[in-house]
Nanobody, 124 residues
């Protein structure tokens, strides 16, 4: 089993930036792809960024806007998601997930383990 714990969510004002953290532990492999997803009630969970801890190169979905930056600290088994210029539409629960292997997947069904999520609310 793998445990993932997200932190850093909260209430922020439009235009601000926020960094979320995902700490993972347990039965990880030499290569693990840690992805960030978000979900709004009534909508499908969508991927916003991913990084393979053994490769260290972030990947983003085709819909990537440029406001999301994923980075990793393999020594600490931590993956960060920085969101710049937050907008009310960014309000969602943000999840990190782990998929075994080198490749990043942005489909939720491809993930092997999930964290509990952290709420991000963007409001003035």
């Amino acid at each position: 089993q793998v445990q993932l714990v997200e932190s850093g969510g909260g209430l922020v004002q439009p235009g601000e930036s926020l960094t979320l953290s995902c700490a993972y532990s347990g039965d990880t492999l030499d290569y693990n792809a840690i992805g960030w997803f978000r979900q709004v009630p009534g909508k499908k969970r969508e991927g916003v960024g991913c990084i393979s801890d053994g490769v260290g190169v972030p990947r983003y979905p085709d819909s990537h806007e440029g406001r999301f930056t994923v980075s990793s600290d393999r020594a600490k088994n931590t993956v960060l998601l920085r969101i710049a210029r937050l907008q009310p539409d960014d309000t969602a629960i943000y999840y990190c997930a782990l998929a075994y292997g080198r490749r990043c997947w942005f489909q939720p069904e491809q993930q092997d383990f999930w964290g509990q999520g952290t709420q991000v609310t963007v409001s003035a």
